[in-house]
C-alpha cells in the first residue's frame, strides 16, 4: 500500500506513529482542518471519450480535488462525495461540549483518504498502572472502493500500541457509509454513544488475559498462527519470532509478565512499530490494511488460547 502522508497536524503529544506537524490543542474545528492542510473540496466531473471525432460522455467521472484538479478516483455518477468539512463538522459538537479534542488529521496517498483522531475524555487504568486511552477515528476516503468509516481505537499509553476495542470484530464500535448513501452524522454519533460500554466491556477482557499465563509452546503456536497469512514461508516464521522475541522487553512488559495480556501486546507492537516499510506505511495499514486484519485475528485468537490455559 503507497502510504505516503502529504499533509498531517497534531495536537498535544507526539502520536504512536510518530508523524505530523505540531499545533497548538486549543484550536476549534475549523482552524484544526486548515493547520492539517485539508480545507478543500472535492467535486464529480463528466468524462468523455472520443469517437469518430465526436465526444460521447461515458457512465463515469472523476472525483477531482477543486484546489489543484488533481484528480484522486474515477467513480460512477451515482458516487455522493463527502467533504472534508464534514467530517470535522462531526467532531464540532463534541469538541465544543469538552467531551473530546482534536488529536491529529491528515492526509494519504495524495489525498485518496483524509482522516481525523480525536482523542475522547474516557480513559481506564488496567492493573492498577497500564493506562488505556481512548480516540475517535474518522476515515473519509475519496477514492472507489471506500467507505466513509467511523470507529472508536484504543492506544496502550507505555507502548503506544492502538488496540481494537472489542474481542468481536463484527460487534466493535464501527459505523460505514458506502458512497451510494447520504452520510448521515447522527448514525455516525453512535460509535460515539456506545464507547463507554465497550471500553468497559475492554477493560474486563484485558484483566481476563492479564489473569492467564501462556506456556512457551501455546505463545509460539498462537504467534504462528497469527501471522500465518501476514507472508509466506520464512517470513511468516521469523514474523512471528520478532513478536517472540519481543514478547518479556516490550514497552510495558513488565506489568502483566508471562501473560496472554503480554502476548497480544506483542502482536501489536510488531504492527504499530514493525512492520512495514516506514511509519506512514504502518500508519495507514494498521487502520486500513493488513496489520489491521492481523490485529483483529490476534484479538480473536488470543481470548481462545487464553480460555485453555
Known amino acids: 500500500m503507497v502510504a505516503a502522508v502529504e499533509t498531517m497536524a497534531y495536537a498535544g503529544e507526539l502520536p504512536w506513529h510518530g508523524l505530523g506537524t505540531k499545533v497548538p490543542q486549543d484550536l476549534s474545528t475549523d482552524e484544526f482542518i486548515k493547520q492539517a492542510g485539508l480545507n478543500w473540496t472535492v467535486s464529480k466531473r463528466p468524462l468523455y471519450f472520443n469517437?469518430?471525432?465526436?465526444?460521447?460522455?461515458?457512465?463515469?467521472?472523476?472525483?477531482?480535488?477543486?484546489?489543484?484538479?488533481?484528480?484522486?478516483?474515477?467513480?460512477?455518477?451515482?458516487?455522493?462525495?463527502?467533504?472534508?468539512?464534514?467530517?470535522?463538522?462531526f467532531f464540532e459538537e463534541f469538541v465544543n461540549a469538552g467531551d473530546m479534542h482534536m488529536h491529529t488529521a491528515g492526509s494519504l496517498q495524495d489525498g485518496k483518504r483524509i482522516w481525523a483522531l480525536a482523542k475522547i475524555q474516557d480513559g481506564i487504568k488496567l492493573f492498577g498502572k497500564?493506562?488505556?486511552?481512548?480516540?475517535?477515528?474518522?476515515?473519509?476516503?475519496?477514492m472507489h472502493g471506500a467507505s466513509v468509516?467511523?470507529?472508536?481505537?484504543?492506544?496502550?499509553?507505555?507502548?503506544?500500541?492502538?488496540l481494537t476495542q472489542s474481542l468481536d470484530a463484527s460487534?466493535?464500535?464501527?459505523?460505514?457509509?458506502?458512497?451510494?448513501?447520504?452520510?448521515?452524522?447522527?448514525?455516525?454519533?453512535?460509535?460515539?454513544?456506545?464507547?463507554?460500554?465497550?471500553?468497559q466491556e475492554f477493560k474486563e477482557y484485558a484483566e481476563f488475559l492479564g489473569s492467564k499465563r501462556y506456556t512457551e509452546a501455546s505463545v509460539n503456536a498462537?504467534?504462528?498462527?497469527?501471522?500465518?497469512?501476514?507472508?509466506?514461508?520464512k517470513r511468516v516464521g521469523k514474523t512471528a519470532k520478532q513478536a517472540f522475541d519481543i514478547l518479556e522487553t516490550q514497552?510495558?512488559?513488565?506489568?502483566?509478565?508471562?501473560?496472554?495480556?503480554?502476548?497480544?501486546n506483542s502482536v501489536t507492537y510488531m504492527t504499530d512499530h514493525v512492520l512495514g516499510k516506514s511509519a506512514d506505511a504502518r500508519m495507514a495499514s494498521a487502520w486500513y490494511g493488513a496489520n489491521s486484519r492481523v490485529k483483529d485475528k490476534a484479538v480473536k485468537k488470543v481470548l481462545e488460547y487464553a480460555e485453555s490455559a
Not at 62 to 87: C, E, F, G, H, M
Open 149 to 162: 468509516q467511523v470507529k472508536t481505537t484504543n492506544v496502550r499509553v507505555v507502548c503506544q500500541n492502538t
Open 171 to 199: 460487534s466493535d464500535v464501527d459505523v460505514k457509509f458506502t458512497h451510494r448513501t447520504a452520510f448521515d452524522p447522527e448514525v455516525a454519533k453512535q460509535a460515539v454513544f456506545v464507547a463507554k460500554e465497550r471500553l
Open 51 to 89: 469517437s469518430d471525432n465526436k465526444l460521447k460522455s461515458t457512465s463515469m467521472t472523476a472525483l477531482v480535488r477543486d484546489t489543484d484538479d488533481k484528480i484522486l478516483s474515477y467513480v460512477s455518477s451515482k458516487w455522493n462525495p463527502v467533504q472534508n468539512q464534514q467530517a470535522f463538522d
Open 251 to 264: 514497552p510495558g512488559a513488565g506489568i502483566r509478565p508471562g501473560t496472554w495480556w503480554n502476548a497480544l
Open 222 to 233: 498462537y504467534l504462528q498462527e497469527v501471522f500465518k497469512n501476514h507472508g509466506a514461508g
Open 130 to 142: 497500564d493506562d488505556i486511552e481512548n480516540y475517535l477515528l474518522f476515515c473519509n476516503p475519496h
